[in-house]
């Protein structure tokens, strides 16, 4: 059974840091890329950041660049997105995401979100 589990939402202030982690379980975790998502009310979807499973190369959307990171742990099955100076516009629900390959199609896993709240 695939799971993908986040945890270390919370409520912090401006210019405040959160580390939010993703634990994976029932397919490859090593052979997927990552990324993280954040949605609020009425919006789409955001792509915040991906690192892929080969060399571990990053991506950022350009609102998060230079403050937010996101790394991955293999060996523990685990992503996490390190954020670091939050503002008010960073409050979302925040979605870890695997994407691959699996009995020979395209696959996308989902997590069940993990509540960010930046707020004095």
């Known amino acids: 059974q695939v799971q993908l589990v986040e945890s270390g939402g919370g409520l912090v202030q401006p210019g405040g840091s959160l580390r939010l982690s993703c634990a994976a379980s029932?397919?490859?975790?090593?052979?997927?890329?990552m990324s993280w998502y954040r949605q609020t009310p009425g919006k789409e979807r955001e792509l915040v950041a991906t690192?892929?499973?080969?060399?571990?190369?990053?991506n950022y959307a350009d609102s998060v660049k230079g403050r937010f990171t996101i790394s991955r742990d293999d060996a523990k099955n685990t992503v996490y997105l390190q954020m670091n100076s939050l503002k008010p516009e960073d409050t979302a629900v925040y979605y870890c995401?695997?994407?691959?390959?699996?009995?020979?199609?395209?696959?996308?896993?989902w997590g069940q979100g993990t509540q960010v709240t930046v707020s004095p």
């Open positions: 690192i892929s499973s080969v060399g571990g190369g990053t």
């Open positions: 029932g397919f490859t975790f090593s052979r997927y890329t």
């Open positions: 995401n695997a994407r691959g390959r699996r009995y020979g199609r395209s696959v996308d896993y």
